[in-house]
């Protein structure tokens, strides 16, 4: 840094030094606070740095934790490259917590979105030979290397178990949850989860379908049959036509079954779900 605590023209902080603005509690580096709030380079680096702690203490099982950024006592003014004029350091570091808020919402997005990739994989391979989760998770075999997916499986779970609160848990937090123990045949723990999901929202037609999935995997046919044949009168998706065929098929309807099948080709043309029954000759 210059004499005067600014960062030299055409120069950005060390990585140490934004490190070190995570966990802040002396108050916030006005110099850092500004720059950071205009340069999308470091707020990169720093929302790595962020995302590094938060996986952390997630994995410690800590409470929420959200990155420090403390107002000054004064609006001192500080000379701003970008708008030509001094902008008091109070914005500068309020424009940057607002960006620390859109950077932890968007983080906790992208670790929600690779948890759910970790529970959809193995959704699709429990699909083989069984029934489908999702229109858009067809089955897939597992690989040579599906091993490493029962431990990315079990970290997935244990991140949503955290997260998830019976009360305000949406219908897709219950999906992926229930789904994900289904998966990994935790069939008690779905069975736990899914009693409540239900008796909360039964007519939601993703849960049926799962309650169709519990109740095969446990050989009730009888069960299967009319959670599917709820969902198909709720919402007749791919996954739920395709779920009834195959059970039809199983206690001995073929007729019922092939009928089902010729609804969810027509229906449903060249989604997932068809393509891959048309290539695994189901």
């Known amino acids: 840094?210059?004499?005067?605590?600014?960062?030299?023209?055409?120069?950005?902080?060390?990585?140490?030094?934004?490190?070190h603005l995570i966990d802040s509690d002396a108050g916030a580096d006005h110099v850092l606070v500004e720059h950071l709030a205009g340069c999308r380079r470091c707020m990169g680096i720093y929302a790595e740095f962020v995302q590094a702690?938060?996986?952390?203490?997630?994995?410690?099982?800590?409470?929420?934790?959200?990155?420090?950024?403390?107002?000054?006592?004064?609006p001192v003014t500080l000379p701003?490259?970008?708008?030509?004029?001094?902008?008091?350091?109070?914005?500068?570091?309020?424009l940057a917590a607002g960006l620390l808020v859109v950077v932890m919402?968007?983080?906790?997005?992208?670790?929600?979105?690779?948890?759910?990739?970790?529970?959809?994989?193995?959704?699709?391979?429990?699909?083989?030979?069984?029934?489908?989760?999702?229109?858009?998770?067809?089955?897939?075999?597992?690989?040579?290397?599906?091993?490493?997916?029962?431990?990315?499986?079990a970290e997935a779970l244990t991140a949503l178990t955290r997260r998830y609160d019976a009360g305000k848990a949406s219908a897709d937090d219950s999906f992926w949850l229930i789904g994900g123990f289904l998966a990994a045949n935790e069939l008690e723990n779905a069975d736990?989860?899914?009693?409540?999901?239900?008796?909360?929202?039964?007519?939601?037609?993703?849960?049926?379908?799962?309650?169709?999935?519990?109740?095969y995997k446990r050989n009730d046919l009888a069960?299967?049959?009319?959670?599917?044949?709820?969902?198909?009168?709720?919402?007749?998706t791919a996954e739920a036509l395709y779920n009834l065929a195959r059970v039809k098929d199983a206690t001995g309807d073929a007729a019922g079954a092939d009928a089902l099948r010729a609804r969810l080709t027509k229906t449903y043309g060249k989604s997932p779900i068809v393509t891959w029954m048309a290539e695994a000759g189901d």
Do not use: C, F, K
Request: glycine share 10%; net charge positive; aromatic share 2%.
């Open 192 to 215: 736990a989860y899914l009693g409540v999901a239900l008796a909360a929202s039964p007519a939601d037609p993703r849960l049926q379908n799962l309650a169709a999935i519990l109740a």
């Open 1 to 19: 840094m210059n004499p005067d605590g600014s960062l030299p023209s055409g120069t950005h902080p060390s990585p140490e030094q934004l490190a």
């Open 53 to 74: 702690r938060a996986d952390q203490l997630a994995s410690s099982g800590s409470p929420g934790w959200r990155p420090q950024v403390v107002p000054v006592a004064a």
């Open 105 to 153: 919402t968007l983080r906790l997005e992208s670790s929600t979105t690779a948890t759910h990739r970790a529970i959809g994989t193995e959704m699709r391979h429990d699909a083989v030979g069984g029934l489908i989760y999702a229109p858009d998770l067809p089955p897939t075999p597992r690989g040579i290397r599906g091993s490493g997916t029962g431990d990315r499986t």
């Open 80 to 94: 701003s490259r970008r708008l030509g004029a001094r902008v008091p350091a109070v914005a500068a570091a309020g």
């Open 223 to 236: 069960g299967a049959t009319t959670h599917l044949e709820r969902a198909v009168a709720l919402d007749p």
